[in-house]
């Protein structure tokens, strides 16, 4: 069984003109990093033209499907019917996108299935992080 899911979606890009923009985006999660997802976006989709990968909390997705979630650099919210919001909040600026519901929650059930929610502690290697943080702290 691999250990890493990817789902393409589409994003609509809200910007101050009134036409919202679509753009390819990819949801990552990746059972050796249990607790997270990414959401990627290539270099056309981006002011810098490089690709650019945002990574948060997988609880963090799923409570925002349902209700206003976060409050730092990620911020998730329902928006309509259909739709979520994830903003992505940077120096820079804000980036705000709309992606479909439904595209969220399969996702996440696909993510569940590789590593129940709550269980996510039973993927960690504890001997790799331990040396990994003890190797950054001679």
Do not use: K, N
């Amino acid at each position: 069984m691999s250990t890493v899911i990817e789902q393409a979606v589409q994003a609509r890009l809200v910007a101050s003109a009134p036409r919202m923009e679509t753009v390819p985006a990819t949801l990552r999660y990746d059972r050796e990093d249990p607790f997270a997802v990414s959401m990627a976006f290539p270099p056309p989709a981006t002011l810098e033209g490089v690709e650019v990968s945002w990574a948060f909390a997988r609880e963090l997705l799923a409570r925002g499907v349902d209700a206003p979630a976060g409050d730092g650099d990620v911020r998730v919210r329902p928006y309509g019917y259909d739709r979520t919001v994830v903003e992505f909040h940077a120096r820079e600026g804000v980036a705000v996108v709309h992606v479909r519901t439904c595209e969220l929650r399969r996702f996440l059930e696909r993510s569940q299935h590789l590593v129940p929610a709550g269980r996510e502690h039973h993927y960690l290697d504890w001997d790799e992080e331990l040396a990994a943080l003890l190797e950054e702290y001679p």
